[in-house]
Structure formats: structure tokens, C-alpha cells
């Protein structure tokens, strides 16, 4: 393990870390009940809403591959700080927002500033932990972020209720505010001034530049960008599947959005026991297995004639308990294959995560049909691409 600086994450530093790493899926997941309403609100198509959330995606794809680097020649406090107070700032943009377009923009902004917390938190987490000790630490970060999705779509359906969809991102912001406050309060400088990259941003891009010639990092970051796919085009996809296919209100889509959340929060428990005690490669193994088993399930049973929301509920919580094994166990490997460089390995993973996650989301949109049968072919064929990715670049 490294000698750090400073003392190993105290509770309320991993606390923080784990809220940074979670507000952004928060805000990718809250506004999903209201797909529809946003809709209507701008007489735009499914489709046209959909790329709301790819604008956020790619934002946060480039906030990371640009700010992890960064972080490393930098240092982690600062950039934390801004960019909290920016994702503050952007989610009112967000909220006031007179058309789709400026929406978009919003959202595309929103999403740079917040892959400030996803890529610098795990980022911090490299500085002071290592081996089988920084994956357990990646594996309660992934369980605390992995409660996002369980309570987002709940509480932006309890939103919903109160108000506009504009209200859930007002929410959004106050949540901003709050972590800024909760870094100025508990993050230290984790990367000591003799341990950053001179250079500036040219050398830092360069360091990525060097980590993907090593064929086996590419492997787990394709595994992990194309399950992050299988995922997202999940996320755009099934409040039209459960509300416009199967009937339910945003609340009740909320509840199942939730529970199948659940499903990712107790794999990444099962993966933080079993770490250290099983090779992460056949965790990344059972993990991709895993989703394209019940996505592959899920199309066969749809092609035949079985559509109900019995059904289709429980493959896509298979799912997502299998992308709860697959995230802490593909991050763990990419971090520990560029461990000289933990901001530019943070920063590609982030950006093979989300430009993936972009590429897929509008796409159960754009194939039309039924929503059911559309998403599922969408996110099979993603998880299918994962497991190639296994097979031929990673290699377990």
C-alpha cells in the first residue's frame, strides 16, 4: 500500500466522497419520472427528450477525461469545490430553461461539472488506498453511489407531485450547495505537492495517451463503457416501457426504477465480502454473465409473445444486479492497471463510461415499436458488446 500524507478517509470523508460520486448519477436518474411531462412541456418527441440525457452523458464524459488529469497536476481539493459549485449553478440553469435546446446545453454543462466528483473522488480513493484495500473502498463508494438510483426516481416522483418538473432540479442544486459545503469541511488535499505532474494539462493528456497502448486496461474499459450502456439506454428507455407501455403512474415507475436499484446496492455488498477472497477478473466475469443472461432472457421472452410487467421487471433486475458486480470490479482493474497515473486512468474511465453511456441512450427511442421490445434489444446488444470486450481485450 502507499504511504499517504495524511491519515486514511476518516467516515465522513468517504461519506462525501461517496455523495460526489452519486449526485450526478442522482441528476441523471431524479428527472427520469418526468420524461413524459418534459415532453409535453417542450412538444417534443421521446426521442428528442432522450437526448436531454445523452447531452448530459457527454458532458460527463468530458468533465471527467479533462478534470481527472487535471487533478493530477493540480491537486483534488480545489477542482472538487468548483466543480460542486458550478453543478449548483447549472442545475438552476437547467430549471429555467425556456426551450429543449437551452435545456440540453444545460444539462451538457451540468454533466462537466459534475464528473468533477466521480473522477476526483475515485481519484482520492487511489491516493491512499491499493490492491485488494482500495477495491472494498470502491466497493462502498459504488454501494453508497448505487443508493442514487434507488432513491432519485422516488424522490423525483414525490417532486413531480408537489410541482413542475423544473422543481427537480432546483432540488438539484441545493444538493450542489451542500456538498461544496461538505468538501470545504471534510475533503483535504489528498496528491501532495511532490507528487503531482508537472506539465499542466498537455503532459496529463499525454500520461492518458501512454496508458491506452496497455491492451488489458482498453479491455476493462470497454467492459465497463459498454455496460454503462447496457445501463443508460435502461435508464432513457423504461420510463416509456413502464408508464406509456405497462400503464403506471411516475411514482409507481419510481418504485420499480427503485427496486431494481436495489438489486446493484446488494451485488456491490456481495462484491465488497468477496473481494480479496476472489480473483476481480471472475467477479468481472460473473458480473457481465450476468446481465447478458437476463437481457438475453428478456428478448427471447419478448419475441414470444410474453410481454407483462411481471416479466419484464424481473430481467432488467437481473440487470441490474449484475452491473452491481461488474462497476466496482472493472474500476478496481482499470485503477490498479494505471496506478502511476490515477487521475488520467479516473479520467478515461469516466470517459469511456459515459461517451458510451451518450451513444446508447437515445437509441430505444430512435428504434420506435414497442418500448418494451426496442430497449431490450438496445441493452442486450450493449452487454453483448461487453462480453466481447471480456473475451477479447481483457482477457480474465
Do not use: K
Not at 173 to 186: I, K, N, S, Y
Not at 367 to 372: H, I, K, N, V
Amino acid at each position: 500500500m502507499r504511504s499517504p500524507r495524511i491519515p486514511a478517509p476518516a467516515l465522513s470523508l468517504v461519506l462525501v466522497l461517496a455523495g460526489l460520486s452519486a449526485v450526478s448519477p442522482f441528476a441523471v436518474d431524479m428527472y427520469a419520472p418526468g420524461f413524459p411531462l418534459i415532453a409535453d412541456s417542450f412538444g417534443a418527441s421521446a426521442t428528442g427528450v432522450q437526448f436531454s440525457l445523452t447531452a448530459c452523458l457527454l458532458g460527463l464524459a468530458v468533465g471527467q477525461v479533462v478534470l481527472g488529469p487535471l487533478s493530477d497536476a493540480w491537486g483534488r481539493r480545489r477542482l472538487l469545490l468548483g466543480g460542486s459549485g458550478m453543478f449548483a449553478v447549472l442545475s438552476l440553469g437547467c430549471a429555467g430553461a425556456p426551450t429543449l435546446a437551452v435545456f440540453d446545453a444545460m444539462r451538457l454543462l451540468q454533466g462537466v461539472a459534475g464528473g468533477a466528483g466521480i473522477v476526483i473522488g475515485r481519484a482520492v480513493i487511489s491516493d491512499l488506498f491499493s490492491g485488494a484495500r482500495a477495491a472494498r473502498q470502491f466497493a462502498a463508494l459504488s454501494v453508497i453511489g448505487s443508493t442514487a438510483p434507488v432513491v432519485a426516481p422516488v424522490t423525483g416522483g414525490l417532486v413531480l407531485g408537489l410541482g413542475s418538473w423544473r422543481l427537480v432540479f432546483v432540488v438539484l442544486a441545493v444538493t450542489g450547495l451542500a456538498l461544496m459545503a461538505a468538501v470545504w469541511a471534510w475533503v483535504p488535499e489528498s496528491l501532495p505537492v511532490g507528487r503531482r505532474r508537472s506539465g499542466g494539462l498537455r503532459a496529463a493528456l499525454g500520461a492518458m495517451g501512454g496508458l491506452l497502448r496497455r491492451r488489458a486496461l482498453v479491455g476493462y474499459l470497454l467492459v465497463l463503457g459498454c455496460g454503462l450502456g447496457a445501463l443508460f439506454a435502461y435508464i432513457s428507455g423504461s420510463p416509456f416501457v413502464f408508464q406509456d407501455g405497462y400503464g403506471l403512474s411516475p411514482t409507481g415507475y419510481g418504485l420499480v426504477f427503485a427496486v431494481n436499484a436495489l438489486g446493484t446496492v446488494a451485488a456491490g455488498v456481495v462484491f465488497g465480502r468477496l473481494a480479496g477472497r476472489v480473483r476481480l477478473h471472475s467477479l468481472l466475469v460473473s458480473g457481465v454473465a450476468v446481465t447478458v443472461s437476463s437481457m438475453g432472457a428478456l428478448v427471447v421472452l419478448l419475441v414470444a409473445g410474453a410481454d407483462s410487467l411481471g416479466i419484464t421487471w424481473v430481467c432488467l433486475f437481473g440487470l441490474t444486479s449484475g452491473f452491481g458486480m461488474l462497476l466496482p470490479a472493472a474500476t478496481s482493474l482499470v485503477l490498479a492497471a494505471g496506478d502511476d497515473a490515477p487521475g488520467a486512468a479516473s479520467g478515461l474511465l469516466g470517459g469511456a463510461q459515459f461517451l458510451l453511456g451518450a451513444a446508447a441512450a437515445p437509441l430505444p427511442g430512435a428504434l420506435g415499436g414497442d418500448p418494451a421490445l426496442s430497449t431490450a434489444v438496445v441493452v442486450l446488444g450493449a452487454a453483448l458488446l461487453s462480453a466481447v470486450a471480456t473475451v477479447g481485450l481483457a482477457r480474465p
